[in-house]
Structures are given as structure tokens and as C-alpha cells.
């Protein structure tokens, strides 16, 4: 069965640091997004991505996040300077259609900034 | 905007009886798809079932129904004969128009053996 992949597991990187999550979609599918959910809390939608561009993104996605496909299959969530509050998991789902199909998630990456 | 309500912040529930997990959400978009996922101790997110606005008959998979009520915007998924494996976090989520999961705040449920 496909799957969506995320790598790695689990990252730990300290305050300021850039951290980048990649992300493997399901080959055919042709939407993107990034969740992420807060240890105890809700998950939050991040951003979505269509066609190599931003479809849609969340006030918490400001500057200091940036999404890319840089060749085709990978799929990347890129924190420049990370702070305490980021410390989350963060999923990654595709879908081959927009919407009327599950998205699919992947494991999540647990990151912990200290 | 869309808003996801899961009113029931956790539920103990006897081994092999149903349950019941509330969902009500608010939209004003004609179009938009209904979610459950499950997400045990691991973390991980694992689809249980879609209902799509337009669908006439309740979606069902294998021992997840989902009791889709339109004109009451609610979207109640049931679990048949509970096992201990069903204990985890329970998030239903609508999917708008702008392709974005709006999630509600989950409810933990545990299966008593």
C-alpha cells in the first residue's frame, strides 16, 4: 500500500537553528500539505501546496517557514530559526484529489528545540 | 470559517460494547468532506473514514459507521464492538474548499477490558 514518508523521526536541535523535515508524498497524488499539532493540542493546518506553489498557508506559517518540492518527489517544510514554541509534531499528507479523498499522513516528525 | 466541535474530551468505554464519538462542525461551504482519523500513544495519524457532503447514504468502513446528519452538521463516528486496540486519541476534521483539514480537539477514548 502507498504511503506517505517523513524524515526523521524524531529531530532535537537548539533555539535559532534551521531545521528542514522532508517528506516523500504519495507519487501520484498531487497536493501537499503540512500539519502540525502541538503536544495535548489540536492539529493545525500549516500550509498547502499544488503545482510548486502555495495554495493556501495559516497565520502560523510566517516567515519564518518555507515549503519546497525541490525535485519532484521530496517535499520539505523548512523552519529558518527555529524557537521553543515550534517544538511540535509535525505531519505531512497528500491527496491525489482536493478534496472528496483522504489525505493521506504520514508517520510525523517529532521535533524538540531546546 | 470552518469550525470542528468534538464535545466529549475523553470516553471509557466496556470492551466489546459500540461507541459513539460526537462531531458537529460549522461551514458555509456547499462542498466539503468529513474525516476521522485515530491517533494511538505512537503518534502516528491513521485514516478511519470519509463522508462526503453530497453523499447520500452514511459511509461505512468495515466496524467504523459514520452517522451523518447534514441538516444537524453533525458527523458522529460509531465504532462497533470495541476492542482494546480502539484506545487512542479520535479527531474528526473537515476538508473546505481551500483543500485545508480543519480538526477538532479530539476525544480520548479508552476501552475497558
Known amino acids: 500500500e502507498p504511503e506517505v514518508t517523513q524524515t526523521p523521526s524524531h529531530q532535537v536541535t537548539q533555539m535559532g537553528q534551521e531545521v528542514i523535515l522532508r517528506c516523500v508524498p504519495i507519487?501520484?497524488?498531487?497536493?501537499f500539505y503540512w500539519y502540525r499539532q502541538i503536544l495535548g493540542q489540536k492539529v493545525e493546518f500549516l500550509v498547502s501546496f499544488y503545482n510548486n506553489e502555495i495554495s493556501e498557508k495559516s497565520e502560523i506559517f510566517d516567515d519564518q517557514f518555507s515549503v519546497e518540492r525541490p525535485d519532484g518527489s521530496n517535499f520539505t517544510l523548512k523552519i529558518r530559526s527555529t524557537k521553543l514554541e515550534d517544538s511540535a509534531m509535525y505531519f505531512c499528507a497528500s491527496t491525489d484529489r482536493r478534496m472528496n479523498t483522504e489525505a493521506f499522513f504520514g508517520q510525523g516528525t517529532r521535533l524538540t528545540v531546546v | 470559517a470552518q469550525k470542528i466541535t468534538q464535545t466529549q474530551p475523553g470516553m471509557f468505554v466496556q470492551e466489546k460494547e459500540a461507541v459513539t464519538l460526537d462531531c458537529t462542525y460549522d461551514?458555509?461551504?456547499?462542498?466539503?468532506?468529513l474525516f476521522w482519523y485515530k491517533q494511538p500513544s505512537s503518534g502516528e495519524m491513521i485514516f478511519l473514514i470519509y463522508q462526503g457532503s453530497y453523499d447520500q447514504q452514511n459511509a461505512t468502513e468495515g466496524r467504523y459507521s459514520l452517522n451523518f446528519q447534514k441538516a444537524r452538521k453533525s458527523a458522529n463516528l460509531v465504532i462497533s464492538a470495541s476492542q482494546l486496540g480502539d484506545s487512542a486519541m479520535y479527531f474528526c476534521?473537515?476538508?473546505?474548499?481551500?483543500?485545508?483539514?480543519?480538526w477538532g480537539a479530539g476525544t480520548k477514548l479508552i476501552i475497558k477490558p
Open positions: 476534521a473537515i476538508m473546505d474548499s481551500n483543500y485545508q483539514l480543519i
Open positions: 507519487s501520484n497524488h498531487l497536493y
Open positions: 461551514t458555509s461551504d456547499p462542498s466539503y468532506g
